[in-house]
């Protein structure tokens, strides 16, 4: 038996540590936005959930190949508020 104890950050500390990294993702997916999509007709169209949805990159990559959300689902507070910032209609 290992004599480490786990010691979870209270949310407070998990927000702080992960702001900058989700803000850089959210420049990023605004970079991306605009770019052209993958050509999906050849794919065929699909729909799609997104659990733990982050701030939509997966999203992103999904629908530029021709799938369409029909839901998604984020509990960390401020991914899910740039997340609904990026997809408005979600």
């Known amino acids: 038996k290992s004599s480490r104890v786990f010691t979870p950050l209270r949310p407070a500390q998990q927000e702080s540590s992960m702001e900058p990294e989700l803000m850089k993702l959210y420049q990023q997916i605004q970079t991306q936005k605009d770019a052209q999509p993958c050509r999906a007709e050849?794919?065929?169209?699909?729909?799609?959930?997104?659990?733990?949805?982050g701030i939509g990159g997966f999203r992103l990559a999904l629908e530029r190949l021709g799938g369409e959300c029909v839901f998604a689902s984020e509990l960390h507070p401020t991914a899910r508020a740039i997340y609904l910032e990026n997809w408005p209609s979600a």
């Open 42 to 53: 050849a794919r065929g169209a699909f729909r799609f959930a997104e659990l733990f949805a």
